[in-house]
């Protein structure tokens, strides 16, 4: 998907897990700045988390690495026991290098320093994609499944008949 189509797609819905109000709207600012229309959900603990993943039902989720009583690792986990490919970026002031390694082994799609926001919406734009052409690959693949069934199952129609017909003769 390109980024002229994407700029096309209805409003996408962000999961955004902050306890900070200040440090979410400067995040947000960032897909505004490049034309990205949103609806957002803002939590800052597990069982609101939950209920947005549910309720809410996210595109993509935008996470702080450490907040009091919840983590952005915790919520990284919680999200990979349900959905696979669901974009989740890490948008953190304490990322290190070996933080956001491990991050991204460990699920997360890609991490943005708080410090230098400037990568987030062609991070976002990119997460959004690969989702969309994952989804499009397992859907192929159903339909081929599919597909192959069907022949099989008119093979052994068509088995069936010729041997009937041999017994009838």
């Known amino acids: 998907m390109s980024n ?8 996408i819905r962000v999961l955004q897990v902050e306890d900070s109000e200040l440090d979410a709207e400067l995040v947000l600012a960032e897909l505004d700045s490049d034309g990205i229309t949103y609806e957002v959900c803002l939590v800052d603990d597990e069982a609101r988390f939950v209920a947005a993943l549910d309720g809410f039902k996210p595109h993509i989720v935008l996470s702080d690495l450490s907040m009091p009583g919840f983590s952005g690792q915790h919520a990284l986990d ?5 959905d696979e490919d669901l ?3 890490f948008v953190s002031a304490t990322l290190g290098e070996d933080a956001a390694i491990e991050a991204l082994r460990n699920g997360a799609t890609d991490y943005i320093l708080k410090q230098n926001p400037a990568r987030l919406a062609s991070a976002v734009r990119r997460a959004l994609s690969e989702a969309d052409s994952r989804r499009a690959s ?5 339909e081929l499944v599919r597909a192959q069934r069907f022949e099989s199952l008119a093979m052994l129609a068509g088995g069936l008949s010729h041997d009937l017909r041999n017994l009838l003769q």
């Open 78 to 82: 919680l999200l990979r026991k349900r």
């Open 87 to 89: 974009p989740f970026i």
């Open 138 to 142: 397992r859907r192929a693949e159903v």
């Open 4 to 11: 002229s189509q994407l700029r096309t797609l209805p409003t």
